[in-house]
């Protein structure tokens, strides 16, 4: 079965400062990444994903992700921080090619950017 | 172009009833997806509706439902609530086109329910 894990409940970065969302993925067969974001009291926006490809992925706001293979890692990062950066983060995989909808999701990251 | 709509915003019910919650996809997408956000079990799938046919569903038990119709607005209908269902429901729709398995997911901004 298809799972992902972020092993980081909260991550407290300064703004101005890089900062990085870890997610680690177990599939069966070829992956397909996604981040999305979460605001308080709204539903969840795309932020980037991973297919096929270069193993940098570049996303929205700035957001990028570095697909790794051997270490079964899909991190997200960003160079510089903003205090509107702070959110909530998810790492997902489609289930399946077949299953567009269907989305296993890691339990979610949230981020702190302290002015 | 709109985006995922989801009604109501809120919802207070008591143990026993039921509940429908309702979702109007972005136009053109044909793809509704259902999830359940806990603080507890965070983000679960609930199922998945295409062309008005069910193509996934998640683990959930049977008083959980759903249905899509053919302008593909979808409505998912919870009956006996528990205290257990309140949760933040999350409906999401996608563009697919053919030969294409990786479209990204749109969501609403969900149905807060509560069950007293």
């Known amino acids: 079965a298809q799972s992902v894990a972020q092993p980081e409940d909260q991550v407290n970065v300064a703004e101005g400062n890089p900062l990085t969302v870890k997610c680690t993925y177990s599939v069966s067969g070829n992956p397909y990444l996604f981040w999305y974001v979460q605001y308080p009291n709204r539903g969840l926006q795309f932020l980037l994903k991973?297919?096929?490809?270069?193993?940098l992925v570049k996303g929205s706001y700035g957001f990028e992700a570095e697909f790794n293979k051997s270490q079964t890692s899909f991190h997200l990062k960003k160079p510089s921080a903003l205090v509107s950066d702070s959110a909530l983060y998810f790492c997902?995989?489609?289930?399946?090619?077949?299953?567009?909808?269907?989305?296993?999701f890691g339990q979610g990251t949230t981020l702190q950017v302290k002015p | 172009k709109a985006g995922v709509t989801q009604t109501p915003r809120y919802l207070i019910k008591t143990r026993g009833q039921q509940v429908t919650l309702s979702c109007s996809p972005i136009s053109g997408h044909r793809s509704v997806s259902w999830y359940q956000q806990t603080p507890g079990q965070g983000l679960q799938f609930l199922f998945e509706?295409?062309?008005?046919?069910?193509?996934n569903k998640g683990n959930f038990p049977g008083r959980f439902s759903g249905r899509q119709f053919s302008n593909s607005r979808s409505e998912m209908n919870v009956s006996t609530l528990e205290l257990g269902d309140s949760a933040l429901y999350l409906c999401a729709s996608s563009l697919e086109v053919q030969g294409g398995t990786n479209e990204k997911l749109f969501f609403g901004s969900g149905t807060q329910l509560s069950v007293l």
């Open positions: 997902a995989v489609r289930d399946s090619p077949g299953n567009t909808g269907k989305l296993i």
């Open positions: 991973y297919i096929t490809g270069d193993n």
């Open positions: 509706y295409f062309s008005e046919t069910q193509r």
